[in-house]
């Protein structure tokens, strides 16, 4: 898949281009229909399959303190969207200029710049200044370039519409099992792992503190059964969200024991993929509850989630 930066680089050197047009941001379910039937049309009109979006939230320029938490970082997007197929992927900043374009000139400067002959969005796409566009204004838009435009319809996860807004719901209040029926996969959260105060160790428990950047969501407080990837490596974990209110501490962390595994992971990457929520954050009247808790939870993950 070939990345394009800025729009500088866009000179309509595509041929038969597909377009889809987004945020795509945790590159759901209702996503992934977008971008599939984009790369699809493109396939059968030997073409090239575009997906455009944004490496920042629009919101950051007009609204920053209301830019919702992201489900992914910039470099996680692009790999997922890398697995759909698409050919290349057109990832510019969201500048004042773009603010304040009108619908009309932005879909002149997508007709300008890469001449599709194929448009693909969601139901609920908006776009151009204060978002005046919407999916009915961009068929009369573009069709005076002679572009056909594709609607997507809703997608549904049985009685519920895939959005990224429901997700971010689900997540914040632990239901990760639910989350990852509108993403597709399970959740995930990278980040380095970092010195902590050694507290699980001491218990028998050693965990890996994990740092995660401050845009991205942080399911709710609980403990969870995940997946942990650490290079080529994939290992069942336990992952506490929370502030340690048995010990009286405030500050939020992600820390994360992972199963069968001793080695020196500090300064590595980890990946968590949430599987499930196994309680809620407690605080305990004793040490000794605590361990004995957290055992109860690692037979319990053991058992529901991690059965060979």
Same mark, same amino acid.
Request: aromatic share 6%; hydrophobic share 40%; with cysteine.
């Given at each position: 898949?070939?990345?394009?930066?800025?729009?500088?680089?866009? #000179?309509? #050197?595509? @041929?038969?281009?597909?377009?889809?047009?987004?945020?795509?941001?945790?590159?759901?379910? =209702?996503?992934?229909?977008?971008?599939?039937?984009?790369?699809?049309?493109?396939?059968?009109?030997?073409?090239?399959?575009?997906?455009?979006?944004?490496?920042?939230?629009?919101?950051?320029?007009? %609204?920053? #303190?209301?830019? &919702?938490?992201?489900?992914?970082?910039?470099?996680?997007?692009?790999?997922?969207?890398?697995?759909?197929?698409?050919?290349?992927?057109?990832?510019?900043?969201?500048?004042?200029?773009?603010? %304040?374009?009108?619908?009309?000139?932005?879909?002149?400067?997508?007709?300008?710049?890469? +001449?599709?002959?194929?448009?693909?969005?969601? &139901?609920?796409?908006?776009?151009?200044?204060?978002?005046? $566009? +919407?999916?009915?204004?961009?068929?009369?838009? =573009?069709?005076?370039?002679?572009?056909?435009?594709?609607?997507?319809?809703?997608?549904?996860?049985?009685?519920?519409?895939? @959005?990224?807004?429901?997700?971010?719901?689900?997540?914040?209040?632990?239901?990760?099992?639910?989350?990852?029926?509108?993403?597709?996969?399970? *959740?995930?959260?990278?980040?380095?792992?970092?010195?902590?105060?050694?507290?699980?160790?001491?218990?028998?428990?050693?965990?890996? +503190?994990?740092?995660?950047?401050?845009?991205?969501?942080?399911? $709710?407080?609980?403990?969870?059964?995940?997946?942990?990837?650490?290079?080529?490596?994939?290992?069942?974990?336990?992952? +506490?969200?929370?502030?340690?209110?048995?010990?009286? =501490?405030?500050?939020?962390?992600?820390?994360?024991?992972?199963?069968?595994?001793?080695?020196?992971? *500090?300064?590595?990457?980890?990946?968590?993929?949430?599987? $499930?929520?196994?309680? @809620?954050?407690?605080?305990?009247?004793?040490?000794?509850?605590?361990? $004995?808790?957290?055992?109860?939870?690692?037979?319990?993950?053991?058992?529901? *989630?991690?059965?060979?």
């Amino acid at each position: 898949m070939l990345l394009i930066k800025s729009l500088s680089e866009l #000179q309509c #050197q595509f @041929s038969n281009v597909s377009l889809a047009l987004g945020t795509f941001d945790g590159v759901h379910l =209702a996503h992934r229909h977008v971008i599939s039937r984009t790369v699809k049309w493109g396939r059968e009109h030997s073409g090239t399959s575009i997906v455009f979006t944004f490496s920042n939230h629009p919101l950051s320029l007009i %609204h920053p #303190q209301r830019v &919702p938490p992201q489900l992914q970082t910039v470099a996680g997007k692009t790999t997922e969207i890398r697995k759909l197929g698409v050919n290349v992927l057109v990832r510019v900043p969201f500048t004042r200029e773009l603010l %304040h374009l009108p619908p009309e000139a932005f879909v002149e400067l997508l007709a300008t710049k890469i +001449n599709p002959r194929h448009i693909v969005v969601g &139901p609920n796409y908006s776009f151009g200044d204060k978002g005046k $566009g +919407n999916p009915d204004a961009l068929i009369a838009m =573009a069709g005076k370039y002679g572009i056909e435009t594709e609607i997507c319809p809703k997608i549904m996860a049985g009685d519920v519409m895939v @959005s990224s807004t429901m997700i971010r719901h689900l997540l914040s209040r632990g239901d990760v099992a639910a989350a990852a029926n509108l993403l597709g996969r399970a *959740y995930e959260l990278s980040g380095m792992v970092v010195h902590g105060d050694q507290r699980g160790r001491t218990l028998g428990f050693p965990t890996a +503190n994990l740092r995660v950047p401050a845009n991205l969501l942080i399911p $709710g407080k609980g403990v969870y059964a995940v997946r942990v990837k650490a290079g080529r490596a994939v290992h069942g974990g336990l992952c +506490n969200i929370g502030v340690n209110p048995t010990f009286g =501490a405030s500050q939020l962390r992600v820390e994360t024991h992972i199963l069968n595994f001793d080695g020196d992971l *500090y300064g590595k990457r980890l990946t968590i993929g949430f599987l $499930g929520r196994l309680r @809620s954050e407690k605080a305990f009247s004793s040490v000794e509850a605590l361990v $004995g808790q957290m055992r109860f939870d690692l037979q319990k993950a053991q058992t529901e *989630y991690f059965v060979e």
